[in-house]
């Protein structure tokens, strides 16, 4: 991805807030926000931001009236230690893009090598004139480890660059007090504790206010530097010489270390510093591109004849690459690493719109993200306790160390539908993988304890059928109803899945099934239970329209006034009271559409129907929605439509959209991206039977080339005016629910 412009643009500062999202680099571990190494001109907001996936501090949620069970604190990301920084003087002329003349500007993410690359032709005030090419990387197979590369060409100047390079513990977290997207309070939580200089290595550690957990950065450079420090700020300075039409580099190594997974982590950051820095910044750049060679094995998406298209999808890809965890201690959350949204907090978005990419491309990654809900079960466990249920573990909404973080129950815990996102994307892994030592290990006995909150909540009728009342479907836009279609299907195929994995494997693996089961006292009865209530769930469905019902009220209520709502009136919860739009038929998101594509169980008539009625009722005001509406619109083979809301998807933050980039990039959206192209326009759905696709391309595409991962081949499918696929090892795979056995390649004709 590109971008040129000049300082003299209009609205400066609202594209460079944005491009300091679109340009972040980051790999799972480490984010640092796209901000100019020499700052900014006096005046000038920015989100001078860099983030570590899982690194918190604990602040105190205010209400004005409380109750019980509602949660009392919550964790924050937290904006660390400030290494960005980085100044050039020529003849004490400070460069500043605000000052003198920009001859030109470049600006790109190179996804495919993993670098951030911002070029700079200057010409300063008395006439002098330089090139500066600032390359940044955020290491992917060292995740501690920060590279900021500079080369200055000289046009016209001959003396000496003074390079002046900081490391600054002065950060705060960044705050609006009219968005609820955006926290609005709490925006000190660092102290330095300690500074340490040795040798041509500075280092500073801080430590979070209320969490105690610490973080150091470390930081060496490629040139001989004299380093002072005042006021939590390291600042390192030296001399380059440089002549007209010559070129000097200059390469700062930047290492950051939590305590969260190293044991001291000051002495850790001084050992993977001095190793780091053995290497020129062109050892870790091959590196980088050799990681990401391996990772466009399965990730690449082609699209012939519209590399604009193509550029935006594999970027989308990358930016998941960049954002997930790579380790058990963290996850994704909604902004991955590039912003402050929703101050850091993981939700269902990683299950249901991320991890479908891991699942079919990197099973490693998949694997570690799921494995965090395990490693943080307990707290679901006390959770589910504190909501008034017996047994079982409830999934917190918004979190980061595995506790509630959600002050607002209608729209957070009430959305209890998260449990079965979990097991959905727990039972999708085993079937792209056939991983049962995973499931054995850890996702069983997260099946079993998030399925027992449906048993405990739920309750049968005198007619004998199964209800789960008072929740919140992904709809935020209705809140507190009985019968949620959405909530109780995924309740439905979590339980059924849960007994079906339990008897398989009891009879497959009895010894390990026994461990499990005495570890947490699974019965035979529970299972019984289990089973029948799946069998007998309540899904609530209009036999005159044909449709599935979002909710038993949903129908009855009066359709919110579409024509007469401004548009400046939308997002609708920026501007109208949530009782407003909860007593209207209208929605934020997705939400009956998406079962129908997650579980693919209802016949093509409903589905047809259930689209055409939810659609129109839909304001997309939420960022995951557009992209469930083109899959849903490619399933009942309305091309046009599918391509549309795909476009919309694509360009989100590409062109800022939801006017919110700058506080992050919209990573599930990301994730929704890709999903339009696997799950719409290759109609792809994982089956117990094996891969099922039902194709539709649109007419302004004329292929699309992707791989997946099925199983630890690859499998490799074009989708133009027939259906190619070629597969590693044999395979069996459906088309329109025909089935093919392939061996090598199989090509089937589905456009006339």
């Excluded at 690459?321 to 929703?342: D, F, M, Q, R, T």
């Excluded at 548009?567 to 407003?580: A, R």
């Excluded at 391309?697 to 027939?722: A, R």
Aim: net charge negative.
């Amino acid at each position: 991805m590109k971008k040129t412009f000049k300082s003299n643009d209009e609205n400066l500062n609202e594209k460079l807030l944005v491009e300091e999202t679109l340009f972040s680099t980051a790999n799972g571990y480490i984010g640092l926000r796209a901000n100019f190494e020499e700052g900014y001109a006096s005046g000038f907001d920015t989100i001078r931001g860099t983030y570590i996936n899982g690194f918190y501090d604990v602040i105190d949620i205010t209400y004005g009236e409380s109750a019980y069970g509602f949660p009392t604190t919550a964790q924050k990301i937290v904006n660390v230690i400030d290494g960005q920084g980085i100044r050039l003087a020529f003849d004490e002329e400070e460069f500043s893009f605000f000052d003198g003349e920009i001859v030109g500007v470049d600006r790109k993410l190179d996804i495919y090598n993993g670098k951030a690359i911002r070029k700079v032709h200057w010409r300063s005030p008395s006439g002098i004139e330089v090139i500066i090419k600032f390359s940044r990387m955020t290491s992917f197979t060292k995740l501690e480890l920060c590279i900021i590369h500079i080369e200055v060409e000289s046009i016209n100047f001959d003396g000496k660059i003074k390079i002046t390079s900081f490391l600054d513990g002065n950060v705060t977290n960044y705050t609006n007090q009219n968005d609820p997207r955006v926290a609005s309070s709490h925006a000190s939580l660092l102290n330095v504790v300690s500074e340490l200089q040795h040798k041509d290595t500075i280092q500073m550690t801080s430590t979070t206010k209320r969490s105690n957990i610490k973080v150091s950065a470390t930081a060496c450079h490629s040139r001989k530097m004299e380093t002072s420090y005042h006021k939590n700020v390291f600042e390192s300075f030296c001399y380059a010489p440089i002549e007209a039409g010559k070129s000097i580099e200059f390469t700062k190594y930047l290492v950051y270390t939590d305590s969260i997974r190293h044991e001291n982590c000051s002495q850790e950051g001084l050992k993977i510093i001095k190793a780091a820095s053995k290497h020129l910044a062109e050892y870790w750049f091959k590196n980088q591109i050799n990681y990401l060679n391996d990772f466009w094995r399965f990730s690449m998406i082609t699209v012939e004849d519209h590399p604009d298209i193509e550029e935006a999808l594999n970027y989308s890809v990358y930016q998941l690459l960049a954002s997930a965890g790579k380790e058990p201690h963290s996850n994704i959350s909604a902004k991955g690493l590039s912003g402050e949204g929703y101050e850091g907090h993981y939700f269902w978005d990683t299950e249901v719109y991320m991890l479908p990419f891991f699942t079919l491309t990197n099973p490693l990654i998949a694997r570690n993200l799921l494995r965090f809900r395990y490693e943080t079960l307990n707290y679901s466990r006390e959770r589910a306790l504190q909501m008034g249920h017996q047994r079982g573990a409830k999934i917190p909404w918004r979190t980061i160390s595995g506790t509630e973080c959600s002050g607002y129950f209608p729209a957070g815990s009430a959305q209890y539908h998260i449990n079965a996102d979990v097991a959905y994307s727990n039972i999708q892994y085993f079937l792209i993988s056939n991983d049962i030592q995973y499931m054995l290990d850890y996702g069983l006995e997260v099946l079993v304890e998030t399925a027992r909150i449906w048993l405990d909540m739920g309750h049968f009728t005198d007619n004998n059928r199964f209800m789960i009342q008072a929740v919140t479907g992904p709809d935020e836009y209705t809140a507190i109803v009985n019968n949620n279609y959405y909530t109780n299907s995924m309740a439905k195929y979590h339980l059924e899945w849960t007994v079906n994995l339990c008897h398989q494997l009891k009879k497959t693996h009895t010894k390990e099934y026994v461990k499990i089961q005495h570890k947490i006292n699974i019965t035979t009865s529970e299972l019984h239970d289990m089973a029948i209530a799946a069998n007998r769930m309540v899904l609530p469905y209009d036999e005159k329209l044909d449709i599935f019902l979002q909710d038993d009220s949903f129908k009855d209520k009066p359709t919110w006034n579409f024509e007469r709502t401004p548009k400046d009136k939308y997002p609708l919860l920026l501007h109208y009271h949530p009782l407003t739009i909860y007593r209207h038929k209208v929605l934020k998101q997705a939400d009956t559409m998406l079962s129908m594509i997650l579980l693919d169980n209802v016949k093509e008539s409903t589905y047809l129907n259930s689209y055409n009625y939810y659609e129109p009722l839909t304001t997309h005001d939420s960022s995951l929605s557009p992209c469930v509406h083109s899959i849903a619109a490619s399933r009942i083979r309305n091309s046009k439509v599918a391509y549309d809301f795909f476009m919309k998807t694509l360009r989100l933050d590409l062109d800022n959209l939801h006017h919110n980039t700058k506080d992050g990039l919209h990573i599930a959206n990301a994730g929704g991206a890709y999903m339009t192209v696997i799950y719409g326009f290759a109609g792809l759905r994982i089956k117990e039977g094996g891969l099922y696709f039902y194709p539709c391309l649109p007419d302004e595409m004329k292929s699309i080339i992707f791989g997946i991962n099925y199983q630890g081949s690859l499998v490799k499918i074009q989708l133009g005016k027939s259906f190619k696929i070629t597969v590693e090892k044999e395979m069996d795979i459906y088309i329109f629910d025909k089935h093919y056995t392939v061996v090598n390649h199989l090509e089937v004709q589905i456009y006339e």
